[in-house]
């Protein structure tokens, strides 16, 4: 007859649970860190919550963060490809490459934030250089410079953007007006787009309509593209000349898939995870997903274009005359502008906060941040040509950094170097009490009490066995990834600085 456990009862489990002579022993970190060793990719007990919960994390729908994944795609690098006709020998292998290389390192960040159980980069980071007590002033002055290194690369890309869009804006304005057509523009543009990078997180509906704007630009320019490619009208446009050394069509391709907000995104998406019902189950709200099909979205809108630039189409003189020539062509560079300013509100929007005094930044209701940031980038935006190569290359470099080595580094580093919360098994049974004297401790009558968990350790080797083919899996993939990718084009850029090639 089942009866109801009694204090005696729990007290014995509670003796054995501490008992040291059990087979499986539970190994603690010496820093403290209570996370377990976890490669799994499976969400569907994903317990990363307590994070994604903070006030900082804006919970989204899986629709707007599927834009925003998407978005970054769609930008300057993806809208190059056109200009540099490459041979398809050349083109696809890359494009394909940085696509799957773009999803794989979205996945690494997305286990990294499991298996710490953070998501913020800077905390990630800063488990790895400095962890457990006594870290205090290091950790800050590490907060302090991954944040400056982080919002330092939004701004950079932000003033990219608002550079290229002048430019590309520049051959449709007229030069009658005594102020520079140049400075002209970039006034206007930067009043159009402040109202707009004011919000205050990527959950504010300026910024989403703002992308979904975007991303619907980007779609009308590559109708025109197609159009302009099919009437053999499509012309190489001369501002990627200028942009700087880096900027090849190999290495655009791999800036057409770098990202910058993967674990943001991925903490507000599983913020929207509701809370199961009785009877009814959650719905499945899978980053994973949700990823791979921006990327794959991503590889057939940019797929096309690399063979507009390799295949050019040059139509009979008497089907060019009846073509539309110079008016699609003008329409192609407008959308150019338009699709890079919408892109730079996100960028100001997520990058960290300047370290404003609290007197001045209480003393008014203006996101003064979020302003001073906008006035770097129009600033800097209007420097002479030689300065803004220089910083289109140093884009470039960090961007690629930040995107496919930077997670292959942490990732590495993390699962080597850093001693995990684990399961040993042991080789041989170590002593174990008596099970009279175990009862005796606790007052109770003397039974017999099993001294083998056969079944459990069975269980605990096959769930190693299968990590471990995992991990093996997942470090082949990464030091792929750091070596031959990372390490030839570090190798190429130093040789394409040096004028080696």
Known sequence: MPHSPTTSDRSSDDFNAMDSSTALILVHDDDGDNSPFELSDDEEHDDTTFETRRPSVQPLAPSVVFIYLL????????????????????????????????????????????????????????????????YERRRQFGRSIIRASTGGLRILLAIVYMRESVFAILPLVPDVLSIPSKFLMTVIFAVLLLPISTAQSLASKRIIYCTWISVCLYLIWFICVAVAHAHGTLRVSPHWQNMGTLWQGITATAFAFTSSSTLPLYASLRGTTPVATPGKAPRNRSFRTVSTASVLLATCLLFPLVFFSATPNVPPFAELQGSPGSGLQSAIDALHAFVLLSGIPPLIVTTPPLPIPERIRYATTMPLSRVITSAIVILVSLVPRHISNAISDVTMAVALFSTYLLPAILHIVIHNFKRPLSIIIPTTQPPTPSPSARHEALGEPSTPLPTHDELLQRKERAMQKRQFRRRLVWDIGVWVLLLPVGGGGVAWAIGRIAGLW
């Open 71 to 134: 978005s970054p795609f769609l930008k300057h690098g993806a809208m190059l490809l056109p200009d540099f006709g490459l041979p398809l020998k050349y083109a696809i292998p890359p494009l394909l490459l940085f696509a799957v290389l773009s999803a794989f390192v979205r996945q690494i960040w997305y286990m990294l934030a499991r298996y710490l159980r953070k998501v913020d980069i800077e905390d990630i980071v800063l488990d790895m250089v400095a962890r457990g007590r006594g």
